[in-house]
């Protein structure tokens, strides 16, 4: 296969915004989508903070709207996941999921992060029955059922909001009594909490999933008395993290906690420690983890790759 100028890893905001960029520049971009098209943005039930979307659309929406933005400039897009990226004499090799290898100079890597599990007892035993990190995928299924959502941020308390709405008994178990989400969500869910849509359950860590054929609830400890309990419910919704995706990326750079650690040169911001590769996105910022900012680096990717590839 032909070798390309720049190929860019993921859909999601990030590279999405990249592969536009970069087919503007006349890079003629390769775009490989990974299996989830459009990236964990799809997941979201609402995006209210996308600059300009004042109608508040679904993740879904606003990413397949974005991918058609990629479409129009004919950026020929890959279904596919890269298992391996090498390089060898300034030519990078991407050893394909389904078998292909593909070969570049440059590569904008924005994999992005991929729901993080409790791993706690009973999770293996009822993943995919009962328990779920995807509340727009799964809550349809609990609408009047008894729900409960995991963690005391942003993915979180929209998930619980979410499920709320959709009409489920929600409980939100937390293990602190204090939320990181955004103030217009905790003011949300206070409302929700004191109108009696969502129980809160603060300061309580979650100890294991219990069940029979099916998932019955989650054994909890409160923090400050030690005591423990049973939570009853048909479902949990875990929103704990993200863990960031960059299993291909091993032995070709050292990572940090997960992440793509950036050069951190002034002029190319989006450098690596390996030539020619670029980062944009969650994968590559534990604290900035916006849309809005991974396309802003996606846009800053494309422009530090074309820059690379001028100086070649
Ligand atoms: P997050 O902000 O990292 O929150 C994870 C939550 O899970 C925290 O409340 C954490 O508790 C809890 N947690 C972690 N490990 C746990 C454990 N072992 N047991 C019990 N609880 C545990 O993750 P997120 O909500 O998925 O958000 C990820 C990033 O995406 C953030 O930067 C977020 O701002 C961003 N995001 C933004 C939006 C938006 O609309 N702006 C929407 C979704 C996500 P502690 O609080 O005690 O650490």
Redesign the pocket.
């Known amino acids: 296969m032909a070798l390309r100028n720049v190929i860019v890893i993921g859909s999601g905001p990030a590279g999405c915004t990249a592969a536009i960029y970069a087919a503007r520049a006349g890079l003629e971009p390769l775009l490989v989508a990974g299996l989830l098209q459009g990236g964990q943005l799809t997941q979201?039930s609402g995006?209210?903070?996308w600059p300009g979307a004042h109608h508040f659309p679904s993740g879904f929406e606003l990413m397949e709207s974005l991918l058609e933005h990629v479409r129009k400039f004919d950026v020929e897009i890959l279904q596919d996941s890269v298992s391996t990226l090498t390089r060898e004499d300034g030519v990078f090799s991407l050893h394909m999921a389904g078998g292909e290898v593909l070969t570049a100079r440059s590569v904008i890597a924005a994999t992005g992060s991929s729901?993080?599990y409790?791993g706690i007892p009973g999770e293996d035993r009822f993943r995919g029955s009962g328990i779920s990190a995807c509340a727009t995928c799964d809550g349809f299924f609990f609408r009047k059922k008894r729900v409960v959502v995991?963690?005391?941020?942003?993915?979180?308390v929209?998930d619980a909001l979410y499920l709320a709405g959709l009409g489920a008994k929600t409980s939100l178990v937390?293990?602190?009594n204090?939320?990181?989400?955004?103030k217009i969500l905790t003011d949300k869910l206070m409302s929700a909490a004191d109108e009696g849509r969502i129980s809160l359950h603060l300061s309580k860590?979650?100890l294991e999933f219990v069940g029979g054929e099916s998932l019955e609830g989650v054994r909890i400890r409160d923090t400050v008395t030690g005591e423990e309990s049973v939570l009853a419910t048909d479902g949990v919704f875990e929103?704990?993290?993200?863990v960031p995706n960059t299993g291909y990326l091993e032995g070709l750079l050292e990572l940090d906690r997960g992440y793509i650690p950036l050069a951190g040169d002034p002029e190319h911001a989006t450098a690596t420690a390996v030539p020619g590769l670029f980062a944009a996105g969650?994968v590559a910022n534990a604290r900035?983890?916006?849309?809005v900012v991974a396309a802003g680096s996606g846009c800053m990717a494309a422009l530090d790759a074309e820059h690379y590839l001028s100086m070649l």
């Open positions: 979201s995006v209210e903070n729901a993080r409790l995991i963690g005391g941020g942003n993915t979180a929209t937390h293990r602190r204090e939320f990181r989400c955004e860590v979650p929103a704990v993290g993200h969650d900035y983890q916006q849309a």
